[in-house]
């Protein structure tokens, strides 16, 4: 439980929540460690650094990898020699490691995962491409591959592989997702609306995909039903900051001053050392008195 509720933290990252993520790296049982790493995956790069590379002389294995994962995002220009030394080193012993399942579809897409963010992007390509040939219904191999390709600007290549893992799996909301993106980048409009849609239906859970698909329809014209969809998120998940900022900000911009503290409120409560969410809130209790 306390393992689940540190990788939880890797959303909600604050100066309240940092203390418990550094309590943690330093716990002697590595399953805790190894959440700790996982909570820091969307932390700025030098915070990485400075909390995680130590992490890559952790006794144990399967931390290190965490380690690796987490790090290969930071950029190289970050590190001192040594240090970058230091971490192809443990990339090396991470790609060993995986390898040691090559039959299996899913080791090939993390070391995939890790060559993308290295920008190593024709390895990461081959390794994603190998996921599919074991297994050719591996979906998530099709989804990051599919995003390689955008990254690459290969936007063709990208959509006739979202089409196909549809083929394959028509109830998946991450493709719908990844195509629904592909299809915006395109300015194909209508079609991407159907794609992100139909992602928040199939993965009612992932608030993510409600906030991407409420964006959507706000800059459409669709106000009233990207707040709808916004409020259908929040009821799932109440302290998603995305979501909650889109509330506010949509909730303002409608009028709605009351309903946009109410949001307000609710991001202060998660967020108490935020002068931001403070600073908001007591502008919108000053407008709603006017």
């Given at each position: ?128 491409k190998a ?33 196909s893992a ?116 007591e502008e ?7």
């Amino acid at each position: 439980a306390k393992a689940t509720a540190l990788a939880e933290l890797a959303g909600y990252l604050s100066r309240a929540s940092i203390g418990s993520v550094k309590t943690g790296l330093e716990n002697d049982d590595p399953l805790l460690r190894g959440s700790a790493i996982d909570a820091l995956e969307s932390a700025p790069p030098d915070m990485k650094l400075k909390l995680v590379y130590g992490m890559l002389d952790d006794p144990v294995l399967a931390v290190r990898m965490k380690a690796v994962s987490v790090l290969a995002g930071v950029p190289k220009e970050n590190m001192t020699a040594a240090q970058r030394e230091r971490f192809d080193k443990a990339v090396s012993e991470y790609i060993s490691s995986q390898m040691t399942n090559a039959d299996r579809p899913e080791a090939h897409l993390n070391i995939g995962l890790i060559y993308a963010k290295l920008g190593r992007f024709p390895e990461a390509e081959a390794s994603y491409k190998a996921a599919i040939n074991l297994e050719p219904s591996f979906i998530p191999a099709y989804v990051n591959l599919a995003d390689l390709y955008r990254m690459e600007g290969r936007d063709n290549e990208a959509e006739s592989l979202l089409r196909s893992a549809l083929g394959i799996s028509p109830w998946n909301g991450d493709v719908y997702h990844a195509l629904g993106l592909l299809l915006v980048r395109q300015n194909r409009i209508p079609e991407a609306m159907n794609a992100l849609e139909e992602s928040v239906k199939l993965s009612p859970g992932n608030t993510r995909y409600s906030y991407v698909y409420a964006v959507a329809l706000n800059d459409t014209g669709e106000k009233a039903e990207s707040i709808r969809v916004l409020e259908e998120a929040y009821k799932r998940r109440p302290a998603d900051r995305d979501v909650l900022s889109a509330l506010i900000s949509y909730k303002r911009e409608s009028g709605d001053i009351k309903g946009a503290i109410k949001y307000t409120e609710a991001l202060v409560d998660i967020s108490p050392d935020d002068p931001d969410a403070a600073r908001m809130l007591e502008e919108l209790k000053a407008a709603a008195k006017k």
